[in-house]
C-alpha cells in the first residue's frame, strides 16, 4: 500500500533560523496536503499543491510539490516561537474511487528562543 | 474555530464500561471519518462515511463500532477497551472526492484504565 514518509521526525530549531521538513511517498500523489497540529490541538489544514512541481507560500512558509509528484517539502524562515507544532504532510492516490488520505508520521517542531 | 464539534473532550473508562464518543459537522460536507492518533504513530484512519454510508473500516476490532445517523453526525461507540486503546480520537469531514481538504474536531482524549 500507498506509503508517505517524513523526515525529520523531530526538528530544534534556534528562533530566527530556517529550517525543511520532507515528505516522500512511495507511489505517484494526485495531491499533496499540509496541516498543523499546536500541541495539545488539533490538526489543522495549512495548503494543498496538486501541480507537477507546484510552489506556494504561505508567509514565511515554503510549500514544493516534486516534479514527479512523489515527494513535497515545507520550508520555514525566520522560524518564530508561533511556529511550535507538528507538521504533517498527507497524499492521495490517483486511483478511482479511492479518495483516502495518507498521512505521514509528522515533523515536531521546537523552537529555542 | 472549527466547524467540527467533538465531545466529549476529554473521557477516562474502565475496560468493562461503555461509552460513546460523538462528532457533529456544521461544514455541509458530505464525508466523516474517525482517526486515532497515539503518540509517536501516524494519524490513523479508522472509519469513513460517505453519504451515510460506511465506506472504510481499515480492521478495526468490533469493540470500536461507528454510526453515522445523517451527514452531519457521527459517533463511536466504545465498549470492553483495552489500555492500548487509549489515544486521541479525530473526527473529521470532507467533501467526498479529490482535493477536499479534512477539517478536524478538537478530538476526544481517551484514556482506558
Known amino acids: 500500500g500507498q506509503q508517505v514518509m517524513q523526515i525529520p521526525q523531530y526538528q530544534h530549531v534556534q528562533e530566527g533560523e530556517d529550517f525543511t521538513t520532507y515528505c516522500n511517498s512511495s507511489t505517484t500523489l494526485s495531491n499533496i496536503q499540509w496541516y498543523k497540529q499546536r500541541p495539545g490541538g488539533h490538526p489543522v489544514f495549512l495548503i494543498q499543491?496538486?501541480?507537477?512541481?507546484e510552489v506556494k507560500k504561505q508567509k514565511r512558509l515554503t510549500f514544493q510539490f516534486g516534479e514527479a509528484k512523489k515527494n513535497s517539502s515545507l520550508h520555514i524562515t525566520a522560524t518564530q516561537t508561533t511556529d511550535v507544532g507538528t507538521y504533517f504532510c498527507?497524499?492521495?492516490?490517483?486511483?478511482?474511487?479511492?479518495?483516502?488520505?495518507?498521512f505521514g508520521a509528522g515533523t515536531t517542531v521546537t523552537v529555542r528562543a | 474555530e472549527t466547524g467540527v464539534t467533538q465531545t466529549p473532550r476529554h473521557l477516562v473508562m474502565g475496560m468493562t464500561n461503555k461509552k460513546s464518543l460523538k462528532c457533529e459537522q456544521h461544514l455541509g460536507h458530505n464525508a466523516m471519518y474517525w482517526y486515532k492518533q497515539s503518540a509517536k504513530k501516524p494519524l490513523e484512519l479508522m472509519f469513513v462515511y460517505n453519504f451515510k454510508e460506511q465506506t472504510e473500516n481499515n480492521s478495526v476490532p468490533s469493540r470500536f463500532s461507528p454510526e453515522c445517523p445523517n451527514s452531519s453526525h457521527l459517533f463511536l461507540h466504545l465498549h470492553t477497551l483495552q489500555p492500548e486503546d487509549s489515544a486521541l480520537y479525530l473526527c473529521a469531514s470532507s467533501q467526498q472526492g479529490y482535493n477536499s481538504p479534512l477539517h478536524f474536531g478538537n478530538g476526544t482524549r481517551l484514556t482506558v484504565t
Open positions: 499543491l496538486v501541480k507537477s512541481g
Open positions: 498527507a497524499g492521495q492516490t490517483p486511483r478511482s474511487n479511492d479518495y483516502k488520505l495518507s
